[in-house]
């Protein structure tokens, strides 16, 4: 088992049920590096790994001959090759999960980042300033929503709950998925951005969603809006994000997610002062951990009986 920052895998599932089938060794670190990784993994048959932590490409694969099982917490991990998987004779199992984590996480980042939470709390636990920032209210404000899915319906949910009014926009977005929760339809993405106070992204990334919003994008958004990303770093232009936080032209991001994790030291998403960012942890929560491995266990147990369940590729 993979990147277990926690240590909490074996202690949220019953793993005993394969304790005469299975040796179980947990990675709690994360391999940095590939010759390492592969070491670690060279006699494993099974291995599960959580989200996108640890990408299993074509070259991994080739590398792990022993390896016959796969399991992703989620039914959806871009960083595994299916194709290779299934070449090689490895069979690639998911779990499922709830939208609700992320939902909350994405508002934890807009309200922290529009009631400066870490700057006041920083200054009050330092004896510092007794207020030193002036808030921004979200009453009467717009919200932009790049994607309506399943999160991206429940933010907009809670948005108008803040008095917020809303707008939605996806290449395949229609009016009549939008009007019924009282959510405008943008005509386009300028239409949104141009239109959006806070911004929050709520795409699945593939080949037309990579780097949608790029510099000219982020120079549509309003002078002073806020952009939150808790879906997927390379939807948005990291060095034009940067470049646009270090103008002042964006008031601030919410960060969760990027596209080299973890995060390099010194990178400037860990230094900007109008950067509010969490290390990946949209999904992270004692539920959806239980459903994780719970279900990692189970399809264990069904691959092991002949019979694997929730399948990918």
């Known amino acids: 088992m993979l990147d277990d920052y926690q240590g909490v895998a074996l202690v949220l599932a019953d793993w005993s049920v394969l304790a005469d089938r299975v040796d179980v060794t947990v990675h709690r670190e994360h391999f940095d590096s590939r ?3 592969v070491e670690a993994l060279r006699d494993h048959e099974i291995v599960v790994v959580m989200r996108e932590r640890t990408p299993f490409d ?47 996480l994405t508002w934890a980042l807009i309200l922290g980042l529009a009631r400066h939470l870490v700057a006041e709390s920083a200054s009050l636990r330092s004896d510092g300033p007794w207020q ?5 209210g979200l009453a009467g404000r717009t919200l932009g929503l790049l994607g309506f899915g399943k999160i991206g319906v429940r933010v907009a949910r809670i948005g108008r709950a ?39 992204v709520h795409l699945v990334l593939g080949e037309r969603t990579r780097g949608l919003v790029d ?7 309003r002078p002073g809006a806020l952009l939150v990303n808790t879906s997927r770093a390379a939807i948005v232009d990291q060095e034009a994000l940067v470049d646009a936080l270090r103008e002042g032209r964006l008031a601030g991001a919410g960060l969760d997610v990027f596209e080299q994790e973890p995060l390099p030291h010194g990178h400037p998403f860990r230094r900007l002062p109008n950067v509010l960012a969490t290390p990946h ?21 069904a691959f092991l009986d002949g019979a694997p369940i929730r399948t990918l590729g």
């Open 215 to 221: 510099a000219g994008a982020l120079k549509s958004l």
């Open 162 to 200: 803040f008095g917020m009014d809303v707008v939605a926009w996806s290449a395949n977005l229609t009016a009549d998925r939008t009007e019924p929760e009282g959510v405008r339809l943008a005509a386009s993405l300028e239409d949104l951005l141009s239109a959006s106070d806070v911004l929050s």
């Open 35 to 37: 010759d390492r990784l």
């Open 132 to 136: 030193s920032t002036v808030g921004t």
């Open 281 to 301: 942890i949209g999904y992270v929560t004692d539920g959806n951990y239980q459903v994780y491995f719970r279900e990692a266990v189970e399809d264990i147990l």
């Open 58 to 104: 074509a070259g991994l694969v080739a590398r792990l001959p022993s390896l016959r099982l796969l399991v992703t917490s989620g039914m959806r991990n871009a960083s595994i090759d299916l194709e290779a998987a299934a070449a090689a004779g490895v069979v690639v199992c998911g779990t499922g999960s709830t939208s609700g984590p992320p939902v909350e």
